[in-house]
């Protein structure tokens, strides 16, 4: 079925890739002027009420749901199809465009999020986000599909479904690479930009770029399976996970007001009111009770009235349906689609049979919305609602106004991979590589690394590793018809072109294998026979942690650890290569390895970007954007538990034990020091007057690096009032990455206003509390402090972010939290 309606929709074959492919993607024009909806000239809110009165009962559906078969176009009003569903977590992730030459130009592969939580620098973030939806409106105007092999796809639209900016909660959450940090404030900044740099083009400041949709709303933090409390899986649904069996599709979890304004959704908050973020989508766990897709309160209350969100909500694939079918919310699935729209979930994308992603015959908004309306169920004003949030968009990206006087239309097919852009994705992946240890040989007089000479021997799972290197959410990333990874290099390959000398055996037959002791007793020939040996280990997105499967447990598989011990008896240095997206628990690697590079999922451009850092030809480390915590983990911690502050604490925030190594730390093959320039106790006044403190960064080492500088605040005993607040043990609130010379000095210029130091009542107000504060400049190796006092009433807070609780906002929606 979907098959047929994409030949006669005049795609030319679903398997060509290369072939241009053509369909209307404008409305309007040729014939259509007369309508009032066509007149560019008229405000957009004028135009998008006029073309909704038109519309037949019957159509309206067709322009709810995303992925779609049929393809949402309503050709008797000339209104061109449109795919709601379009994925760029770090690149466009769609099958490659064509350039002028004929040749495949493949979408520019950024590393994984996690990497890009750990550069610190905003202005790469931003970057990234107007990469995407530049290559976006090249890739949308070729027409190309989705990538998602082994079936193809419909053309992508000019919505992403990214930034992801769910906290990294828990190690062991099977999605931690998809997003930057488990610090709310840090993924606000990088949902910001991201937003801003994909949404705002440049060239055309009236009309949009592209939109994101920011996921997942809300508190998506686990994946499954986990045994959990739960009643039968019937209407209605009892416990935490009806039918006992935890997973994001199940779970309904208990989150706190507090921990709600102040983690869960504190970054979608900023990407919303800050960077002006016009998409959202909906997750498929329910919070306190309400599955999100069918929470108002979220969705509406929270979203639209008091954050002025402007854009449209989809529900994650499948989320409607969950509702009834795992959540047992509602007693049937038509009650499951009035609650969505009512709620506030605009489009629907349903989940697929394997083998046709594309085919919508189960998307419930076509299926039951015109006789829900019919039958006075479902109110025709709601849909219209939803068609308001959704064309408005439509209308703001220049889909109904005339191609030839828009600027975005004029990107050449050859801007997707240009080399402005593949440098710019060097350029982030060289910043996010952390440097977690590097031990100093006291009779060498020098530290291992960086390896300055002699034969290197790249051992281990991840040595010669390609397609594992990238992270999940990829585009097609070699040119050709079938999906390939051959052009990516490997870490072997990368050294090899920088080394004369380098060799390879892999150690183990695969990255959870146990040892073989032919593979191993090759790997210790080879390491024997090297001065060095880079020995890469981690994790992999096909088989140990990916979306829908959390790692139950945070140590490296017992494999990678033999091999590891086979490695340091061997007495020559060994410098550990991590390959990860969920943090490892790896105690005795800290205390044996000479030195560890944690690499996260460094991407199409990982392996070049670690050879040239471990050669010393770089050095620009990033910190780590995430607690490492140790083995103890998984028996300290529930993974149930979306509690925050409960001991012994999630995040450097809270955690009240002893990390492997903590939040923000990250070494260099150079020394810093920091120094406050002018006063060390400074005041500030509630009434808003901020000052500038700053602060000097010194190269003091010999070589050329870069340093970030965090701001951290901690309140003093007595400045805020009995609460969950009075747990956090410190909280980020500026940071700023820069570029020093050997033996140079750089000021940065930090802002603190009273307003910096939000901290969250336990209702869920953000508020500012008079009072004093210690402030931490840190690199995350050398702290200096600063002394605050915020004038103002004692323990009247300014309050920057009122809590609105659902009954305070709404009648209709009567969620306790
Ligand atoms: C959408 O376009 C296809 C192909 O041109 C056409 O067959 C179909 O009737 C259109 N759908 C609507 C609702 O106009
Ligand atoms: C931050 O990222 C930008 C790219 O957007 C880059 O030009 C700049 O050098 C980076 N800053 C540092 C200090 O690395
Ligand atoms: C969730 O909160 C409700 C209401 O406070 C409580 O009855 C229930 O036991 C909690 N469930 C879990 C798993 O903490
Ligand atoms: C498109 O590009 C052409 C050639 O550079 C230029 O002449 C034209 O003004 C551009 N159109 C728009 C709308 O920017
Ligand atoms: C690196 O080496 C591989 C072979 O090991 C080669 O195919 C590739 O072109 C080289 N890349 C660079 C950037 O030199
Ligand atoms: C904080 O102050 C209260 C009373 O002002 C005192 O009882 C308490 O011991 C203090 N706590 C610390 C950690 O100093």
């Known amino acids: 079925m979907a098959l047929l309606v994409w030949i006669v929709a005049g795609l030319s074959t679903v398997h060509t890739t290369s072939a241009e492919t053509r369909y209307p993607r404008y409305g309007c024009g040729k014939g259509l002027d007369s309508f009032p909806f066509c007149d560019s000239k008229l405000p957009v809110n004028k135009r998008v009420d006029d073309l909704i009165k038109r519309l037949k009962l019957e159509e309206k559906p067709l322009l709810m749901v995303a992925r779609l078969a049929p393809l949402g176009n309503i050709s008797r009003l000339g209104i ?195 960077g002006g973020a ?55 699935m038509e009650d499951a689609v009035v609650k969505s729209v009512e709620a506030g979930t605009d489009v629907q994308s349903s989940g697929w049979p394997s083998g046709h992603p594309w085919a919508t015959t189960n998307a419930e908004y076509l299926k039951y919305i015109p006789a829900l309306v019919r039958d006075g169920k479902l109110s025709e004003q709601d849909l219209d609602d939803a068609l308001r949030h959704t064309l408005t968009l439509r209308f703001r990206l220049g889909l ?17 991979r240009s080399s402005e852009h593949l440098a710019a994705a060097i350029d982030a992946t060289e910043q996010g590589l952390v440097l977690l240890k590097n031990l100093k040989n006291e009779k060498a007089m020098k530290a291992t690394l960086p390896i300055s000479q002699g034969r290197i021997a790249v051992i281990g799972p991840h040595a010669t590793s390609r397609s594992e290197l990238l992270g999940n959410y990829l585009g097609q990333i070699c040119p050709g018809e079938k ?23 892999p150690g183990l037959p695969s990255i959870s294998g146990e040892v073989d002791p032919k593979l191993l007793a090759e790997a210790v020939a080879t390491a024997k026979n090297a001065d060095h040996v880079v020995l890469a280990l981690g994790l992999d997105t096909s088989t140990i942690e990916q979306e829908g499967r959390d790692r139950h447990t945070v140590t490296l598989p017992p494999g990678q650890l033999e091999l590891f011990d086979a490695m340091t008896a061997l007495k020559r240095p060994v410098t550990v290569v991590l390959v990860n997206g969920g943090m490892v628990a790896m105690s005795s690697v800290k205390e044996k ?77 150079t020394t810093f020091s920091l120094k406050l320039l002018g006063s060390s106790s400074i005041k500030v006044s509630q009434q808003g007057e901020a000052a500038t403190v700053n602060v000097l960064v010194q190269n003091t080492g010999t070589v050329a690096g870069d340093e970030v500088v965090m701001g951290y605040f901690l309140p003093k005993n007595g400045t805020i009032p009995a ?44 508020v500012s509390y008079a009072g004093k504060y210690t402030v931490l400049f840190s690199t995350g190796n050398v702290d200096v402090p600063l002394q605050v006092e915020v004038d103002g009433p004692q323990h009247q807070p300014a309050v920057l972010q009122p809590w609105h609780a659902p009954s305070r906002i709404s009648g209709t929606s009567s969620i306790v939290v």
């Open 400 to 416: 109904f106004d005339d191609p030839g006087s828009q600027p975005f239309e004029n990107f050449s097919e050859d801007i997707v």
């Open 723 to 766: 609460g969950r607040a009075t747990l956090l043990r410190k909280q980020l609130f500026a940071f700023q990455r820069v570029a020093v010379q050997p033996g140079m000095a750089v000021t940065l210029g930090f802002t603190v206003t009273a307003a910096s130091f939000q901290v969250f009542t336990d209702g869920g107000d953000g």
């Open 80 to 274: 061109p199809q449109y795919d709601w569903g379009a994925n760029c977590i770090h690149g466009v992730q769609s099958r490659c465009g064509t350039g002028s030459d004929g040749q495949d130009r493949c979408p520019t592969s950024f590393a994984a999020p996690n990497l890009l939580g750990a550069t610190f620098n905003e202005s790469a973030w931003w970057t990234m986000g107007h990469i995407i939806g530049v290559e976006l409106r090249s890739l949308w105007k070729q027409g190309k599909g989705e990538n998602h092999p082994p079936t193809q796809l419909p053309p992508l639209g000019l919505d992403c479904w990214s930034p992801n900016i769910n906290i990294v909660r828990d190690p062991r959450w099977g999605r931690n690479m998809e997003t930057p940090s488990e610090d709310p404030f840090l993924l606000s900044r990088f949902g910001v930009q991201v937003t801003k740099g994909l949404q705002e083009g440049k060239e055309d400041k009236g009309r949009l770029q592209a939109i994101v949709t920011l996921k997942h709303f809300a508190a998506n933090e686990l994946e499954g399976t986990w045994d959990g409390p739960g009643g039968p899986a019937q209407f209605p649904g009892t416990g935490m996970c009806p039918g006992k069996k935890c997973t994001r599709h199940t779970i309904n979890v208990n989150i706190s007001s507090y921990d709600l304004a102040s983690s869960y959704l504190a970054s979608f908050r900023s990407a919303v009111v800050e």
């Open 278 to 332: 016009l998409g959202v989508m909906c997750s498929y766990n329910a919070i306190n009770g309400y599955p999100s897709c069918a929470n108002k309160w979220l969705l509406n209350d929270k979203l639209r009235k008091e954050w002025g969100f402007k854009g449209y909500v989809t529900g994650d694939s499948g989320a409607v349906a969950d509702i009834y079918k795992k959540h047992w919310f509602v007693p049937s």
């Open 593 to 669: 390895a000479d030195a560890i590079v944690e690499a996260w999922y460094p991407g199409f451009f990982g392996a070049g970007a670690i050879a040239r850092a471990l050669l010393g030809h770089t050095n620009r480390w990033g910190k780590l954007p995430v607690t490492i915590y140790d083995e103890k983990f998984t028996d300290e911690f529930d993974m149930l538990s979306f509690d925050m502050s409960k001991a012994p604490g999630r995040t450097y925030r809270y955690f009240t034990g002893q990390p492997l190594w903590p939040f923000g730390f990250g070494l260099s093959y």
């Open 483 to 505: 999906q390939s990874f051959a052009c990516v290099e490997s870490l072997y390959e990368a050294l090899g072109n920088l080394s004369k000398d380098v060799t390879t055996a």
